[in-house]
């Protein structure tokens, strides 16, 4: 079992940065971890994740967004830079035990989601 608690969402304004955090116990059990979005009346998104020695990217974040994964303190973290009114999404952790990286139907675990707001 995969526990995934989130933190550090928040306000900001365009052009600015927030860090989100996501406490996962049993990370190192899954092959990706990562976060998804969604914005009001859209679908959930894939926006980053890495297992395997490889991080993926949403084209719409790449440059900006960075993750990373600690799987000895069980940790993943988002770090967004230059953020956009587009942004503006609930994000979620997730992890997948064998899924692809990009297909929200393939994880297995999710965390309770935490609002990032990007004012103009």
């Known amino acids: 079992q995969v526990t995934l608690v989130e933190s550090g969402g928040g306000l900001v304004q365009a052009g600015g940065s927030l860090t989100l955090s996501c406490a996962a116990s049993g990370l190192i059990k899954t092959k990706y971890a990562g976060w998804f979005r969604q914005a009001p009346g859209k679908e959930r998104e894939f926006v980053t994740t890495?297992?395997?020695?490889?991080?993926y990217y949403a084209d719409s974040v790449k440059g900006r967004f960075t993750l990373s994964r600690d799987n000895v303190k069980d940790m993943v973290t988002l770090q967004m830079n230059s953020l956009k009114p587009g942004d503006t999404a609930v994000y979620y952790c997730a992890a997948t035990l064998n899924g692809a990286y990009d297909n929200a139907h393939d994880y297995d675990f999710w965390g309770q989601g935490t609002q990032v707001t990007v004012s103009s």
């Open positions: 890495t297992g395997w020695g490889r991080t």
